[in-house]
């Protein structure tokens, strides 16, 4: 699917005289303010953050303006919306972007949030921006610093010493979920392994209960659910003892896992990960020059997932159990994911070739694992919500008391942490803090239910004003940060478990839209591949560009962007414009007729028709779809038009069922294009305000009943 770029031809739709318009008297008249309509349903959505580290490009328009639909669908069908995201700005794509340009972190987040804020506004998008926060701002992480205490103050987050990712180019340790192939997700550098005391949350231990609620979650589509699944990565098996014996002549247990999918019994090596904290213990003890280098080194994962091939280095280290006839080398492997079971796993040799790992004495252990390991939180950075514990010679490890938040650390003139001591709580004694940061994507795991409050400082009333919107009804958000659905379903799963929510699953709906791409490569500032949102909104004007990106294909489907127009978005505008405009004088005005004619009542039927559709693909999330059918509908209301022109003018009936399928038309494109809409209402309905709030024809209420396996049964 593509969307086009271009030079404007002779007859072109130029919505931006009335879009400032409209997009002003939204503003002045609070219709996208959350908690308006008290007595309402209410209905939350929530988009996809970006970074602040510069403007605001097509990836993130996809994401809004799909959102976007959605709410102001809600609102004109009679919910009270809240619309809301946190602006990501802590963390390293801030941080270096600010190196880079030679400002302070603080000062780019702030300069960029107000930029792209800037273009959502002219997008049209109807945000609650009361609700929109920047994680940078103490009043925001006043509340991450929460959120870690109480994890670490009932045991769901601890220090542990490890050996780790270091990215030497970014400087700094990486979560396994930060590595790609091998490589830094942002940088794309060699990740190196150094061992250091750090903090992780105990992600892993809640993987059993992750993966077996996504069998609840009906609403979720099946591409979403599937790669969560995978994700966390259940493999049922076999962990055995090995004994392994080292230079020196001592002896050291090894323990393996045998996935019950393994081809065949026999092996011939054992393969492990460098990487994991055990390997490492066992290399660390053998030495020599091949366990250093080992040691050193990445964990020899490939390093693009192109590389078919595997490294393989024999670590001179040979394993048996008892009764086996011979020792089998332990190799050093990039096939072997350090985050995975223990780091060793047997190797399946030809059939024949190798030793029979079951014909031997010793403990068979049957075992489940995940690929999901815990989660290191701590970062040796600056631009972070400082972790909140001091490090105490007389008390050792002392969490900072609630009253200290937001526990703030200075910065110097080159934006670094000054780390001064402190009087520690507990003996008064000089005590220093952590100095570490925490993981940005620890900022986010709770956004959900920041973003519905107003960040009040005492809990009670916090979870009050969270509980107040419920869950996300509509996660907006791409089906390649499916992590960030994960993370939030983690932190949900602990609050329950603590006593702060009843309801362990914080998102009702997850679709998931794959990305935008140029030149094959996703839209990302960190691929340096972004088209501008502020020159295509110069260009196009926002119900243009909003129409182009959402008829270019539904969410499910990716979009590769080309410079060349697609003329589709502008003829479809411009139509309904046309058909509007055009017809004002035949349609105002006109009385109702009660007996309509066989030509009204086929016209009534129509109309009928794609409000049920469109209501429908919008309920499925296929807006795609829903543009096509108005299109359709417009084509038919064009023929109409003629035939009331000809022989029809006479019949008052058919004339008043065209208006009002010209009404209908107008609430239905609403939600696509809403400055086109709001100017059309004005000329059809003078005096009946924005909209922005309703009506949605037929008053359609959502579809309870329907789940993501009814709309995959019948093929939508």
């Known amino acids: ?180 192939d091998g490589a830094c997700w942002r940088c794309q550098s060699v990740v190196e392994r150094r061992e250091s005391t750090q903090w992780f949350v105990r992600l892993g231990d809640a993987s059993a209960e992750l993966l077996d609620g996504l069998s609840k979650l009906d609403a979720w589509s099946p591409t979403v659910i599937r790669l969560l699944a995978g994700f966390i990565g259940e493999v049922e098996g076999q962990e055995v003892d090995l004994t392994v014996t080292l230079r020196d002549g001592s002896e050291r247990v090894l323990t393996v896992f045998v996935p019950d999918a393994t081809p065949r019994d026999e092996v011939d090596a054992v393969l492990v990960a460098p990487g994991h904290t055990d390997v490492a213990d066992l290399l660390r003890a053998a ?245 501008d949102a502020a020159t295509l909104l110069d260009e196009l004007g926002a119900d243009l560009l909003r129409v182009q990106i959402l008829w270019a294909a539904n969410p499910s489907h990716a979009i590769e962007f080309r410079p060349e127009r697609d003329k589709r978005a502008e003829t479809f505008l411009l139509n309904v414009r046309s058909l509007v405009f055009d017809n004002l004088d035949l349609v105002l005005g006109r009385p109702e007729v009660l007996d309509g004619s066989p030509f009204a009542k086929e016209l009534e039927e129509a109309t009928a028709v794609v409000v049920e559709r469109v209501t429908r693909f919008l309920d499925h999330y296929r807006p795609c779809t829903c543009l096509q059918e108005l299109d359709r509908f417009v084509g038919r209301l064009t023929k109409f038009r003629r035939r009331l022109l000809g022989d029809a003018i006479e019949d008052a009936s058919a004339v008043h069922a065209f208006g009002d399928a010209l009404r209908v038309l107008v609430q239905l494109v609403a939600p696509f294009a809403p400055h086109l809409a709001e100017e059309m209402w004005e000329a059809l309905e003078p005096g009946a305000g924005p909209l922005a709030l309703g009506p949605w024809p037929g008053g359609h209420p959502l579809r309870k009943g329907d789940t993501t396996a009814t709309i995959e049964r019948r093929g939508m």
Not at 64 to 80: H, I, T
Not at 125 to 153: G, M, N
């Open 1 to 180: 699917m593509s969307l086009g770029s271009g030079q404007l031809e002779q007859r072109s739709y130029a919505g931006h005289a009335i879009e400032a318009k409209w997009q002003a008297r939204w503003r002045d008249a609070g219709c996208f303010v959350a908690g308006r309509r008290p007595g309402h349903p209410r209905q939350y959505h929530f988009p996809a953050g970006p970074f602040t580290n510069g403007r605001l490009h097509l990836g993130h328009v996809r994401t809004f303006v799909l959102g976007d639909v959605m709410a102001r669908a809600g609102r004109q069908r009679g919910y009270d919306v809240l619309y809301a995201f946190e602006w990501d700005a802590f963390g390293l794509p801030t941080e270096l972007a600010a190196q880079k340009q030679g400002v302070a972190p603080g000062t780019l987040a702030r300069e960029a949030a107000t930029r792209m804020t800037a273009d959502l506004d002219r997008l049209g998008i109807s945000l609650a921006w009361d609700h929109v926060y920047l994680t940078c701002e103490p009043r925001y992480y006043r509340w991450t610093q929460w959120f870690f205490l109480k994890l670490y103050e009932h045991g769901f987050l601890y220090r542990g010493k490890a050996t780790l990712n270091y990215c030497a180019t970014c400087e700094t340790t990486l979560a396994h979920l930060e590595v790609a």
């Open 287 to 531: 030495g020599g020059d091949v366990a250093e280098g080992l040691l050193a080194t990445a964990t020899l994962r490939r390093r693009r997932r192109e590389d078919v091939g595997a490294d393989v280095v024999d670590t001179g280290l040979r394993a048996r159990r008892p009764g086996w006839p011979m020792a089998i080398p332990v190799l050093a492997s990039s096939i072997v994911d350090p985050a995975f079971a223990r780091g060793a796993v047997l190797r399946p040799a030809i059939e024949g070739a190798g030793i029979d790992w079951r014909a031997a004495g010793g403990e068979i252990r049957h075992v489940v694992v995940h690929r999901v390991q815990d989660w290191l939180v701590s970062r040796q950075r600056s631009w972070g919500t400082p972790i909140p514990v001091l490090l105490c010679p007389h008390c050792g490890d002392v969490p900072v008391p609630e009253e200290w938040l937001p526990f703030e650390l200075e910065l110097d003139e080159a934006g670094r942490r000054v780390v001064k001591p402190v009087a520690c709580p507990r003996c008064g004694e000089e005590a220093v803090p952590d100095g570490d940061t925490s993981d940005c994507f620890f900022d986010v795991a709770w956004s959900l239910l920041g973003c519905a409050t107003s960040l009040p400082e005492d809990p009670e009333a916090f979870f009050e004003q969270a509980k107040g919107w419920r869950a996300v009804d509509w996660f907006h958000n791409g089906l390649d940060s499916f992590l960030y659905a994960h993370l939030h379903r983690y932190i949900s799963l602990v609050l329950r478990e603590i006593g702060y929510v009843d309801d362990p699953e914080p998102i009702r709906r997850f679709y998931g839209h794959a990305m935008v791409t140029l030149d094959g490569r996703k839209m990302s500032k960190h691929e340096g591949n972004t088209v």
